[in-house]
């Protein structure tokens, strides 16, 4: 990962300090700015708010005091009074109607200026008592503009009031009068909050109630502060509201909040863009002033860099008395000493590395000499333990006598386990070659498990064990020859060291697409200081820890070592945990495969009978093996015809009318020939793609790939019976 350099990331810092004291002046001047311009708004609506209440309230006390004046001069003379109202109506046009209630409530005198006037009726009227100036709640005349009636108690008279029908639409002039923009409005509640007042005077006829609206709901309940709320459009705006009028009646100014805050936002954009101008400058300062702090240390890192790369001549400048002087001063010195000091460990290691090459040389060559001895060592024993354990099995078969053939079984069992012990040593040998080729597939790992089933089964029988194989459905990715001999190795180690109990071979499932094959005994265990040795060669637990006296107390110690290389070349992950005397647990982690795979039809038992009547051509250059070969043919009831090399095999042939069935032939024949050259002068003279069957105790790493260019199979020494009648049953069906 590449870090910022030092200048640049100073700069950064210095930046980020200068924008976040920036931003912050800023945002508090612009919320500042706000908060001091919403509230002179409301201040000024306030201001006009008043004023406007002021005049209405002008108007209407002049009417009161006109009113009174009128009532204390009032004569009794009823057509006297008449005219007293006629003249009180002509100086306030505003009064519709007067009528004078006497004590007891009747109608004395009514004047109007749209009904016939009446002089006496004595009609009942539910005139208010009040001992002054009293305005009732505002009505409607026929759906003209609103009214509201004005009490006034006459002095003269005791319980006798004058009544004033008065029109409201002096105050949507006052309201038309107010200086409150294109955009600002104003209008009148009365104390039920119905609209009586506006400066369109179609919205006070519409006699709308007024409850409800935001602005008057937020006056009511806030003691009639500023509100910020929404008009009649759902706009949002700055509401003021004042009394007006008589008791209880609003005036109520509202101004759009965008409008009104038009100026503000101005100025908030013009402190804007002077903050990003001044982050733009402090940017670019802090970019200066670090780039000139950070050369110094930069040039320091440079040449530490070529002191490092191995350039020890790098000086730097010291110019200055201040620490980073003194730094390069310091620099300096350390390179000179480094300079020194390099000069005498060069010679040093120079010393150290030619000893060392010569130990390693001597090392590679211990190494391919132990190499080449096992493989040299399990080829030459190979050949004869070959040849007994085909003549032990032809003489096992043979043999009537019960005793006799115990005496062979054991003869068997002895070869057999020298067979395995070479096994191992052609194992390790061409694992150690890098002979060993893998071939992954997707299969079932239930035909593997079948197999170490079939295998090792009778062996736990044998010693009284308990043995399972779990099964398991699971189709896995791995090479199904070399996964068998791995697992086959674990197992032959878990039945070699239990005593009693069992042994239990199982999968789990892991994460990640992964499948574990556990082989599970109840053996002696490993203790904790050995479990790190015993995949190493030739390590094994003392043996009368396992089976005393059993014949598979006398492995190499190699099984191990060949499931850790076998695990290795195919990938897979192998972990083990033991407790002395509680058992084992080995375990191979192998992927699985994405999608099922039915598992293939089982292989028959082997059937010597099918075999009779093959005609069968064996070569082999050692005559023990080629005799062995030739018994065992005989056995199985085939026609069989022995021979040393490729010129004997043309010559014997010719007196064979038949051309051969089956061709089982040595790799390595006398002089330079092979099985091969062997293989195709026999095809070339009979015209036949003649089966062929090639045994061999050769590991050479090309041999699988020269068996199938010949269509060959290829089979490596020792060999059973069994495995040679295998093999053969597969070639001929």
């Known amino acids: 990962m590449r870090h910022p350099s030092l200048a640049r990331r100073y700069a950064w810092q210095i930046g980020l300090v200068a924008l976040t004291l920036l931003l912050a002046q800023g945002a508090w001047e612009m919320a500042f700015g706000w908060h001091e311009a919403r509230n002179q708004v409301a201040q000024m609506q306030a201001v006009q708010a008043h004023a406007a209440a002021r005049e209405m309230r002008q108007h209407l006390a002049a009417l009161e005091a006109a009113l009174a004046d009128a009532t204390k001069l009032a004569p009794d003379d009823l057509a006297q009074r008449r005219e007293e109202f006629y003249r009180l109506m002509v100086l306030h046009p505003l009064v519709t109607d007067l009528q004078a209630v006497d004590a007891g409530g009747r109608e004395r005198l009514f004047v109007s200026r749209t009904e016939p006037d009446r002089v006496g009726a004595g009609t009942p009227v539910a005139a208010v008592p009040t001992l002054s100036a009293h305005y009732g709640d505002t009505f409607y005349k026929e759906g003209s503009e609103p009214f509201v009636r004005l009490t006034v108690p006459e002095p003269r008279r005791p319980g006798a009031v004058t009544v004033a029908t008065v029109s409201l639409r002096f105050l949507g002039d006052v309201l038309a009068g107010m200086a409150l923009g294109d955009a600002g409005s104003a209008y009148v509640v009365d104390a039920r909050n119905r609209l009586v007042a506006h400066p369109r005077a179609t919205q006070a006829l519409r006699q709308l109630d007024l409850a409800g609206h935001p602005p008057v709901q937020a006056a009511r309940a806030s003691g009639l502060a500023a509100a910020d709320t929404v008009d009649f459009a759902q706009q949002a705006v700055i509401a003021t509201a004042v009394p007006a009028g008589p008791p209880g009646w609003l005036l109520v100014v509202e101004q759009p909040r965008a409008a009104a805050l038009a100026p503000v936002w101005a100025t908030l954009a013009r402190t804007l863009a002077l903050t990003v101008v001044g982050v733009l400058l402090a940017m670019a300062a802090a970019w200066v002033f670090s780039r000139r702090m950070a050369a110094p240390i930069v040039r320091l890192r440079h040449a530490t860099q070529q002191v490092a790369a191995g350039d020890l001549a790098q000086r730097i400048e010291a110019n200055g008395g201040d620490e980073v002087a003194a730094l390069a001063g310091d620099f300096n010195r350390m390179a000179a000493e480094l300079r020194a000091s390099y000069a005498g460990l060069e010679a040093k290691v120079s010393a150290r590395t030619a000893e060392l090459a010569q130990r390693q040389e001597e090392a590679d060559r211990a190494s391919a000499a132990k190499t080449r001895f096992l493989a040299a060592a399990s080829h030459d024993l190979r050949q004869p333990m070959h040849s007994i354990g085909l003549l032990v099995g032809v003489l096992r078969q043979q043999l009537m006598d019960a005793g006799q053939q115990q005496l062979a079984d054991k003869v068997l069992r002895a070869v057999t386990g020298m067979e395995h012990l070479f096994a191992s040593l052609l194992d390790i040998s061409k694992l150690d070659a890098g002979a060993v080729q893998t071939a992954p597939v997707v299969f079932p790992l239930a035909d593997v498990l079948r197999a170490l089933d079939a295998a090792y089964a009778p062996q736990a029988a044998a010693r009284g064990l308990r ?266 069906g």
């Open 467 to 732: 043995w399972r194989v779990a099964p398991c459905r699971a189709v896995v990715y791995s090479d199904p020859a070399l996964l068998e001999r791995l697992l086959g190795n674990l197992v032959a180690n878990a039945l070699r060291y239990t005593r009693q109990g069992g042994v239990l071979v199982g999968c789990r499932r892991r994460a990640g697409g992964r499948l574990a094959v556990q082989v599970l005994d109840t053996g002696v265990g490993i203790a904790p200081e050995q479990m790190g040795h015993v995949f190493e060669e030739f390590v094994r637990l003392p043996a009368g820890e396992a089976n005393p006296g059993g014949a598979d107390a006398q492995g190499l110690g190699l099984g191990l070592a060949i499931v850790r290389r076998t695990a290795a070349l195919l990938g897979h992950t192998l972990h083990a945990r033991s407790l002395p005397g509680r058992g084992s647990v080995f375990e191979i982690e192998l992927p699985l495969a994405a999608g099922p795979m039915a598992s293939g039809p089982a292989l028959p038992a082997p059937d010597a009978t099918r075999l009779a009547g093959a005609f069968v051509l064996v070569v082999d250059d050692d005559a023990a093996n080629r005799h062995a070969l030739h018994a065992l043919a005989l056995h199985w009831g085939c026609h069989a015809l022995a021979v040393a090399g490729r010129a004997e095999a043309l010559a014997a042939l010719q007196g064979h009318l038949r051309t051969p069935d089956l061709v089982i032939t040595d790799y390595r024949l006398a002089g330079s020939e092979t099985g091969f050259d062997v293989l195709a002068a026999v095809r070339a003279a009979t015209g036949e793609a003649t089966p062929a069957l090639v045994v061999t105790a050769d590991v050479a790493a090309d041999l699988p790939a020269r068996a199938a260019a010949a269509q060959a199979t290829l089979l490596h020494k020792p060999a059973s019976a069994e495995r040679i009648q295998q093999a053969v049953l597969a070639l001929l």
